[in-house]
């Protein structure tokens, strides 16, 4: 599907705040409120919005470090290191990758002590090679699907 500037704005706006008005969308614009409600519809119908979400700052919940983690594995192995992973407390988001590394983690922990053991204990799986992580400086915003809550996160 090709964009025009109607389009790409409604995907702009509607990416910094969900709850951005129609109407405020179609003044930006200088096109009707029920240009920028069809328009959108047909977002959706395409397949390119799939839902509106919110996004969780885990550092208001006592997470102060936020890494991913690239990891290397017995090719063999995907299956059972990804469930290891989500096991582990502080792992909140793994899957397959393809390229240099196998799995692809986004990892969190409230102290960069936290953080290391983590990774060692990650490293320490059998059928892992190699755990390289690279922590977050910036933008901690996650989206709740990848952001598991529980009673000791809001400790």
Known sequence: MRF???????LRAL???ARTRYSKIANTCNVSVDTIIKRYKKL????IV???TLLLD????GYEVIANMA???EPTSVAEVLGFLKEQEGVTFATHSMGQYDIFAIVMSHTMNEMNSLKEHIQSHTMVREVNTSIWV???LLCPQNFELNNEASQ
Do not use: W
């Open 71 to 73: 990891i290397d594995v």
């Open 138 to 140: 910036d933008q901690f």
């Open 15 to 17: 990416q910094l705040d």
């Open 44 to 47: 959706q119908q395409k397949g």
């Open 58 to 61: 885990p550092r208001m919940l």
């Open 50 to 52: 799939k839902q509106t």
């Open 4 to 10: 025009d500037k109607v389009d790409v704005a409604i």
